[in-house]
């Protein structure tokens, strides 16, 4: 059992008020006390909190697990996820986790959706429903896992000029009311203003997704008559370049300063990937969302992480911001990922500062009740009491099993809508006549990308045929050249690759006084960066 600790003369946010308070004392793993400091019992540990903000641990509404991403979420003060589609085995995983400091999190184990229908290219082989007959084995099926609650989909694709199958009426209203029989939530995923008029008519409690296209006033009305929340998960757009062409969460430092360095290389190669010419922009779902809360509609903060550009934890900060953004106050931006998700999902333990919650808290420099950017300048966090070490996640299996899970994921997803459409821009092989692999050329939203057989840039972006020819001519005579490489520290060095496979390099450091093997050091390619100039 963790010790007993008192927070001393912090700013106390709850509920968007400031308590009357400057001191929190947690007694296993609960709030046992606020007040001046009187409260602080001998030994106790005393945490200095002047000029700092304490508030409770942020919940992330929307999100899909991978391996360790509770681990993760929890270094960025997300001390509670909302899991709306996961297949068991990642769910079991993260239930099994026993040591490090995690944040906690509910499921709704697979969602119900018609065969063939939005997610499957990211989770086949999945359990369909194929009509209403199905809806109750199904919701039973998802309860014997474990489901805290129920998502369903309803998307046919329109919203992306696509058609795909999507779950009728009926089987929607027989979901819902299985569901509801069983005291389960219900969370329907939706991307247009159609889907949520009828979503919301068959009954279900939650909209995960503003919708992106505008909404009427009748729409909006329909909406907040039905009595649902919305998920907002406005921060989808940071799947797509921001103005300096990178990922927009690689422009945040505090947020940089946390993160781990394979994510940080996730977030890299996904800002050198094929993107629409024209990105969206988010300004329908942002001007949706503010139109809603004015309507009396409880909006919730969610990520969708893991998509491109997001990742756990970490994004939800950038969600705020988006929320802010679109016309909310930060202090309706604090509630929405704190106590209004709590009550939301039945969580009646958290998102309070209140005796007798769960002492998930998290201690940040500023105030985010004027300044939502305040959240990420975070000092402490804990959950249920407990410390959170983020040096802990970094470098870790728990980090290494996420990354590859995601990649797993990422090139089944890529496989399946090449299959679907021939013409899906996607990576290229760049071969010699004898089949040795030379390189790749990768297509961006400006042209093409030639890159080493792991991955580096060998040139600029340019038309196909040159950067075939850029492989062709450089792509094996480049491994022979000094490049600059960042390991295991902040520092660039000198390298030689003596040896490189799609996956892993053997390096040599040129540098007589770093200790390696005479042949060199093997590195998986997600845990070096690699560079053929000098990085500034």
Known sequence: MATPFTLLHARLVDRSEVLPGDC?????GRIAAIGGSEIAQPGDELVDGRGLTAFPGLIDAHVHLAPGCAQLAATFGVTTLIDLFSKPEVIAHERSVEGPVCADFRSSGVGATAPGGHPTMAYAPIPYVTGPEDAKQFVADRIAEGADHLKVIYDDGSGAMMNIPTLDDPTLRALTQEAHARNLTVVAHVSTTAGAVKVVSCGVDVLAHAPSDPMSPSDIEAVAAAGVAVIATLDIVDGFNGPAGGLP???????IARMPGRWRRVLDRQSR????PQPPDCAAARANTVALLRAGVRILAGTDAPNPGLVFGASLHRELAYLVRAGLTPAEALVAATNAPAEVFGLTDRGRLMIGARADLVLVDGDPLSDIAATQRIRRTWVAGRAVEPAAYAGSTAELAGVRYLGETTARIVAALREKWPGFPAPEDVRREDGELLGRVVPLT???????????????????DTAVSTVESEGLASLGETWW???DGPDWQEA???????D?????????????PPAGQWYDVIDVDLSRTRPL
Do not use: N, Y
Request: proline share 10%.
């Open 249 to 255: 969460l690689l422009d945040e430092p505090e947020l």
């Open 24 to 28: 929190l004392r947690v007694v296993d």
């Open 446 to 464: 400006g042209g093409w990308m030639p890159v080493t057989v792991f991955g580096a840039a060998l040139g600029p972006v340019t038309d196909r």
């Open 273 to 276: 990937r094929w993107m629409p």
């Open 496 to 502: 030689v690759l003596v040896e490189a496979q799609p």
């Open 504 to 516: 892993r390099i053997r390096l040599r450091w040129k540098d007589p006084l770093v200790a390696q």
């Open 485 to 487: 490489a960042r390991a």
